[in-house]
């Protein structure tokens, strides 16, 4: 077997260069899983071994019980060289290549003739000796050649050596191929096919199935079609049996004994017992197995050479493990038909009377043809809320496979569909739902298929497409399914507010409306609520808006039992960040996701994530923000939701553009790629965060143009929401730029919104825009200012609390009164230290060198030394504040101030302020 392009072997690589360059003789042997590319590193030596003579050799299967076999063919070109070894030497060499044998006595003998030989052959130039897959050919060669191995230092030959696994290998140097990492991975994928790459989530797709495995990469990239390598149809589940990797673990399998090949099938079937366990698929149910071994006559013992090559580790009690993820998949995959009907067999009558109904009727279904209507509902009837998503998709397709009635066919396979899309797996949904394609859009599980394609579209693909699928999958499941249909209205209104139309917010809602009913349970209530309360959002009708969102907040938190879904709380989650309760907006995020991830509802994660970080946003918790857009990145990408994905870029990109981080924020927005269409919520988080550059670097024009272009108030289109939260940095730069008319005009809609809440930061907010609009130096900006830094919450948000203070402590020196500025800006600057935003801390320091403050960067070793509470202490000591002052601004005793500042003056090894100021710049 052998991998024709070379990558992610750059240490191998050079190390093999090493041990030729070098003129001592030196051994190598390099071992992996089949498909790690060890033939093609020995290749690569080949290639480099320019001025060594090669001697080269493969251990073969079918020479296995020759004695020698392998060093007769290794040693065959130089075996006219045996004349000049000792007469006892030649004798015992002669023999074994000749397929007597060797005694054990005469072992170390032999190595030397071996050796002697190979001295008379570097006579001519030294020598490059390699034998690939040592374990496969007789096991003499094998033990001979390590024996060699370790006694070559004094010759000018280089031995390398490749082998499934080191084991009986001891004091040989050897390294083992580790999987690629994925950036190799998706190098090696593109290199396989002539044209461009595929799309970015099919090279995901592809890496997470072929664990880094090089021959599985190369093997699937042969094999996919074209509508798979661009990513119109679905992908594959495991590499080709009949591939490279397939034809090496049937190799490795043939050599097994047939009692080992059965019991190693068996072990590969085996689920884990625990559904807790389900993510554990590389490790067989010990009880299961037990059982079904012993009915097959066999035990764990019969797994021993299994172990012995690798293929699997042998745990206590009777437990058994893959350690390679791919070997699991193989031995099933390269299993005969009636092999795998067999052991399905023996695997559910182990099962019988244990409780594990879902697992037996899986087994029995793998083992079954045609339709059988019993077992299909046997299968259907033992999917439980608890069980595993993609064990659950996979019964109902099997059951809908063994159903005799279409309609019921019809209705688990899109059942099925929903729990593979749940799974985070939506190639698989797209597979099974076309065989509903026949299902009218009007009937029930016609609905609940458009509904489902509905989703995948806003999620997955184009959400303007998404809005037809969701109103019609609404209006047939109005009548049948209101739950569903409830959930329909919702995605349809998300799908609206991504594309920027939203004027066609007003359809949803009137249809919201339509469907709602006195009596309605909670659930339904938040979710008829919550749209009614958006619409009066987007049309600005806060007086109404207000107290339909609160209510939505109230109801999400009471939510009970069965009512309490990740779905129902990221609605009442958005709603309380249009209302501004945004620790409220927080707790229901964070309750969506931990039950999505409890419920394995991976498809509903990356929105809940999305919510939980602006919340933290508005909270002021940028770092938890951040870390939460890169967790709703990861689980977006892998569950194939690239326009989900790319409101996490988005989000990511501002988040870095607010701590100045231009080569962070400018490569998320490069990363958008074709996500961020214009009028899209992607494109106008990439905007936002651009503005934001462009206001840390005074381009306040370019600011405002970018700002004041994401959304068209009067007109319904554009991003209104995000330009919203966006105002305060729109009035910013349009204030600077001298364009007062149009920060006006912005401020206007946001007032009303931030009027309607009852929230200090949005309102503090307001009033740093008014205070920016007034006339500079007046008393109504001063009037503002003040009125902004009383409404600022202390415990939350102090980013913005920072530069309101920086703005107007700029504000004051511009109207010279130096003295009251320099307060603000001390303040600004040791708050945007405390939070790493350097570039706004620089600016801090600029005005108040202005201010006529001597002021310098701090020194890193004195910040590393001090905690955050002990920084900001000294920071105010150093600014000139009195011990008494310091306690007031932290809400401190005096005696906790006087406290810090001695263990303050311990770590910095100093003893007066004046040091304090020297220390800190």
Not at 220 to 245: F, I, K, M, N, Y
Not at 318 to 326: E, H, I, M, T
Request: charged fraction near 20%.
């Amino acid at each position: 077997m052998q991998i024709s392009v070379l990558r992610g072997r750059q240490a191998e690589c050079r190390e093999i260069r090493s041990l030729l360059a070098a003129p001592a003789g030196k051994a190598l042997l390099l071992h992996g899983e089949p498909g790690s590319g060890r033939s093609t590193l020995l290749a690569y030596a080949h290639r480099h071994g320019r001025g060594r003579r090669l001697l080269a050799a493969t251990g073969l299967p079918d020479e296995a019980m020759l004695p020698y076999a392998g060093l007769q063919r290794l040693l065959d070109p130089v075996l006219d060289g045996t004349g000049a070894l000792p007469e006892r030497q030649r004798q015992v060499l002669r023999r074994a290549v000749a397929g007597e044998g060797c005694r054990d006595q005469d072992q170390l003998l032999l190595s030397h003739a071996v050796l002697g030989l190979l001295a008379e052959a570097a006579h001519d130039g030294p020598l490059l000796c390699t034998m690939d897959d040592l374990d496969v050919g007789d096991a003499p060669t094998a033990r001979l050649l390590t024996l060699v191995a370790r006694r070559l230092p004094q010759l000018p030959v280089v031995l390398l050596l490749t082998a499934g696994s080191d084991s009986g290998a001891d004091a040989i140097p050897a390294r083992r191929l580790l999987p690629l990492d994925e950036p190799d991975s998706h190098a090696l994928l593109a290199a396989c096919r002539p044209g461009p790459p595929p799309p970015g989530p099919v090279l995901a797709g592809l890496s997470a199935l072929a664990a880094g495995n090089p021959q599985a990469l190369v093997d699937l990239a042969d094999s996919l079609t074209h509508g798979q390598w661009h990513g119109v149809e679905p992908l594959p589940t495991t590499p080709p049996a009949d591939g490279g990797l397939g034809r090496a673990y049937r190799g490795v399998l043939s050599r097994l004994p047939g009692e080992t090949r059965r019991a190693l099938l068996l072990a590969a079937l085996a689920a884990p017992a625990d559904p807790e366990l389900a993510d554990q698929a590389d490790v067989a149910d010990p009880v299961t197995l037990g059982r079904a071994l012993r009915a097959a006559g066999d035990g764990l013992a019969a797994l021993a050479p299994a172990e012995a090559v690798g293929l699997i580790r042998l745990t206590a009690p009777g437990g058994v493990a893959f350690p390679r993820s791919l070997a699991r998949a193989m031995v099933e995959a390269t299993a005969s038909v009636t092999a795998r009907r067999d052991a399905h067999l023996l695997l559910a009558a182990a099962l019988d009377g244990t409780g594990a109904r879902l697992r037996r009727a899986l087994h029995l279904a793998a083992a079954t043809d045609g339709p059988a209507p019993a077992l299909a509902t046997e299968l259907a009837d033992a999917v439980g809320d608890r069980a595993d998503r993609s064990t659950a998709a996979t019964a109902l397709a099997r059951a809908a496979e063994l159903s005799d009635d279409p309609v019921l066919a019809a209705s688990r396979q899109v059942a099925a569909a929903r729990y593979a899309w749940q799974a985070g797996d939506p190639g698989r949904a797209r597979v099974l739902l076309p065989r509903v394609a026949d299902v009218p859009v009007t009937s029930p599980t016609g609905g609940l298929a458009e509904l489902l394609r509905g989703e995948m579209r806003l999620r997955c693909g184009s959400a303007p497409a998404a809005l037809p699928s969701l109103l019609a999958a609404a209006s047939a499941l109005a009548e049948v399914d209101p739950e569903s249909a409830l959930v329909a209205l919702v995605r349809a209104g998300e799908a609206v507010c991504f594309c920027g139309d939203q004027y066609r917010y007003a359809e949803v809602a009137r249809r919201m409306a339509a469907l709602r009913r006195d009596g309605d349970p909670p659930w339904a209530d938040l979710l008829t609520t919550l749209v009614a309360g958006v619409a009066a959002t987007l049309r600005g009708d806060h007086t109404h808006a207000g107290p339909l969102l609160r209510r939505a907040v109230v109801l999400g938190g009471r939510l009970t039992s069965a009512a309490v879904t990740p779905t129902a709380l990221t609605g009442a989650a958005v709603a309380g960040l249009l209302v501004a309760v945004d620790a409220a907006a927080y707790r229901l995020a964070d309750r969506a996701v931990e039950l999505a991830a409890d419920r394995g509802e991976v498809s509903l994660l990356p929105r809940a994530l999305e919510l939980r970080a602006m919340s933290e946003y508005w909270l002021g918790r940028h770092e938890a923000a951040t870390q939460s857009c890169r967790e709703g990145l990861r689980v977006a990408r892998a569950a194939g939701q690239h326009t989900t994905a790319g409101v996490h870029l988005g989000l990511l990109a501002v988040l870095a553009a607010v701590r100045s981080d231009h080569d962070a924020s400018l490569g998320h927005v490069a990363e958008l790629g074709d996500v961020a269409v214009p009028g899209s919520r992607p494109h106008a988080l990439a905007e936002w965060a651009l503005a934001l550059l462009d206001l840390v670097d005074a381009r306040y024009a370019d600011a405002a143009d970018r700002l004041a272009a994401l959304a068209r108030p009067g007109t319904g289109r554009g991003q209104v929401l995000v330009q919203v939260m966006a105002t305060p940095h729109l009035v910013e730069a349009a204030a600077h730029d001298g364009r007062h008319a149009r920060a006006r005009a912005a401020l206007t809609v946001f007032d009303r919104w931030a009027g309607s809440t009852a929230s200090p930061l949005r309102r503090a907010l307001s009033a740093r825009c008014h205070a920016l609009l007034a006339p500079r130096g007046s008393a109504e900006a001063e009037r503002y200012f003040r009125a902004a830094l009383s409404l600022h919450p202390c415990d939350a948000a102090t980013f913005e609390r920072a530069r309101t203070e920086l703005l107007f402590g700029r504000e004051l020196r511009h109207a010279r009164r130096p003295r009251e500025a320099r307060g603000h800006l001390h303040r600004a600057r040791q708050t945007f230290i405390l939070l790493g935003a350097e570039a706004w801390a620089r600016q801090s320091t600029v005005e108040l060198r202005a201010a006529g403050e001597s002021v310098g960067t701090p020194d890193p070793d004195a910040v590393r030394l001090l905690t955050g509470q002990q920084l900001r202490v000294a920071h105010l000591v150093a600014s000139g504040a009195t011990n008494q002052e310091v306690a007031r601004q932290m809400f401190l005793s005096t005696r906790t101030v006087d406290h810090h500042l001695r263990n303050i003056y311990h770590r910095l090894g100093i003893r007066s302020r004046t040091e304090l100021v020297r220390a800190l710049g």
